[in-house]
């Protein structure tokens, strides 16, 4: 059976894979834009098989945080960290929006992206090897950070330029397929932890997590779309990795 043009182009656009798909327009994208949480649970998946192997290995929980951190990193090629670098460099040059525009689609990284990283980096690592179920966290915050970009790309969300990757999704998403995939992450996300734990308790913190890092990407999204005139490719990376930030910071709390 032949693999859906959305489901492949979200795998080419979002991962390492090399994935074909023949050349799309407006309507494939924004399939593959609502297929991103799929791509998100595979990247989760493996990251925290990952961290599970190395710590049934004997290596420490931040190591094997890091190693698991970075294959996410490997897995998409870096698109969403490159992102998040751009937009903190946009936003750090204090410019009008048409020039913060252009210091983004520069392809070196400026002082502000550079910090953005490492702390970012620093944080959602140091986070998983705090969280109470590292690899769950993981697979959690993934799929949260990818259902971030679906709703992103809602209706009344503009594009901030006439071409490139937000010119292709804004817009093509409708909001209650973002409502929808946000419930079913939460439900997921808690029916998981309960299956691991066994306790309702043990298992509300995951259904509140990508909760909080959703709502965090929501308000970001809203400053940027003000700053920059709407959403571009370097905006959808860096909600994706707002999200993860913040669902797995969340996931550390009252432990």
Known sequence: MEVPVGLRLSFGLLSVLPVRYARAGRVEFGAAMRLAPVVGLAVGVLQ????????????????????????????????????????????????????ALEIMKKSDIGPFGVLTLVFTALVQITATAEAAHPALALAVAAVAGRTAIVRACAPGVPAARPDGLGSMVAGTVGRGVGTALTALVIAVSALAALALTGSPRDALPFALAPLAGLLAAGLFRRHLVRRFGGITGDVLGALCELTVTVTLISLTLGD
């Open 48 to 99: 925290g098989g990952l961290y599970a192997a190395l710590s049934f290995a004997g290596t420490g929980q931040l190591l094997a945080a890091a190693l698991a951190v970075g294959l996410g990193a490997v897995l998409t090629r870096g698109l969403h960290w490159d992102g998040l670098a751009d937009v903190a460099d946009g936003l750090g040059s204090g410019r009008p929006a048409e020039t």
